[in-house]
C-alpha cells in the first residue's frame, strides 16, 4: 500500500511540472493567480471559434484546424443510424471519401477488368465447362458497372428517393455468383492438359490460369460474405448489449 502511494505521488508530482511548465511557455504569471481580472484575462488567450478561424481563412490566414477526424464521424453515423445496415451504409461512404477510396477504387476496378480479360483470352479453353470463361467475363463486367456506380454514388450527393440500379446488380451478381459456383465446383479438378495420354482431345481440359483465377474469385466471395456475416452479427450483439 505505501508503495502505491508512493508512486501515484510521484505522478502527481510529474503532472504539477508540466503543467507548470506549460504554464510558464504560455507567459503565465503565477503571482498574478490571485489578483482580479486574471481569470478574464485568460479567457481572452482561449482558442478561437470555428466561426472566428474561418474569417482568418477568408482574409488569407492560415484557416481553421481541423477538429474533424475519422474515428469522431464513424463515431457519430454509429449515433446517428436508425439500424445496424443503415451504419454500415454510412460507414463505406465515409471511408470512400478519404484516401482509402483511392487504394481500394484500384483494387475493385482492377479485379473486375482483371476478370474479363482473362476471362476472353481463354473463351474458348475450358472443354470441361464452357461457362466458366463465360462468368468471368460477365461478373466482370456487371462488377465493374456496379462498383463505377458506387464510386459515382459517393461522390454525388443526390435525391436518395431515387431507385438505386446498384441493388438490381447486386441481385443480379448474387445469383450469377451463386451460377458461377456450380459451374466451377462441379468439375474440381479438371485437367489443364489439352491433349489426353493418346494424343486426343482431352475432354476435361480446362485452362489452368481461368480455371484457378474463377475458383479462387469464387472463393474469396463466399468467404468474404461469410465474414461480413460473422462481423455483423457480433456487432448487434455488442450493440444490443450496450443498449
Not at 46 to 63: I, K
Not at 82 to 107: E, H, M, P, R
Not at 120 to 145: F, N, T
Request: include cysteine; charge should be neutral; aromatic fraction near 10%.
Amino acid at each position: 500500500l505505501l508503495r502505491r502511494v508512493s508512486n501515484f505521488n510521484l505522478k502527481l508530482t510529474l503532472a504539477c511540472k508540466t503543467l507548470y511548465y506549460l504554464l510558464c511557455l504560455q507567459g503565465l504569471d503565477f503571482a498574478a493567480l490571485g489578483q482580479p481580472g486574471t481569470m478574464s484575462a485568460l479567457n481572452e488567450t482561449s482558442p478561437p471559434t470555428y466561426s472566428a478561424a474561418e474569417n482568418v481563412e477568408a482574409g488569407g490566414g492560415s484557416g481553421p484546424p481541423t477538429y474533424d477526424s475519422l474515428y469522431g464521424r464513424i463515431k457519430n453515423t454509429r449515433r446517428e443510424s436508425s439500424n445496424l445496415l443503415d451504419f454500415f451504409k454510412k460507414l463505406f461512404a465515409i471511408l470512400c471519401g478519404g484516401i482509402a477510396c483511392t487504394i481500394i477504387a484500384v483494387l475493385i476496378l482492377g479485379i473486375p477488368i482483371a476478370m474479363i480479360v482473362i476471362g476472353a483470352i481463354h473463351k474458348d479453353d475450358c472443354k470441361a465447362e464452357k461457362y466458366v470463361p463465360i462468368y468471368l467475363i460477365v461478373a466482370g463486367s456487371v462488377g465493374l458497372a456496379r462498383n463505377l456506380i458506387c464510386v459515382k454514388k459517393t461522390k454525388d450527393d443526390g435525391d436518395e428517393e431515387k431507385s438505386d440500379p446498384g441493388a438490381i446488380l447486386d441481385v443480379f451478381l448474387f445469383a450469377w455468383l451463386i451460377a458461377g459456383s456450380v459451374w466451377v465446383y462441379q468439375i474440381w479438378e479438371p485437367e489443364y492438359k489439352e491433349l489426353d495420354a493418346s494424343g486426343l482431345p482431352n475432354s476435361s481440359y480446362c485452362q489452368e490460369t481461368v480455371y484457378k483465377f474463377a475458383f479462387g474469385i469464387i472463393t474469396a466471395c463466399w468467404s468474404l460474405m461469410g465474414l461480413i456475416c460473422c462481423c455483423g452479427c457480433c456487432i448487434g450483439i455488442s450493440v444490443m448489449g450496450t443498449n
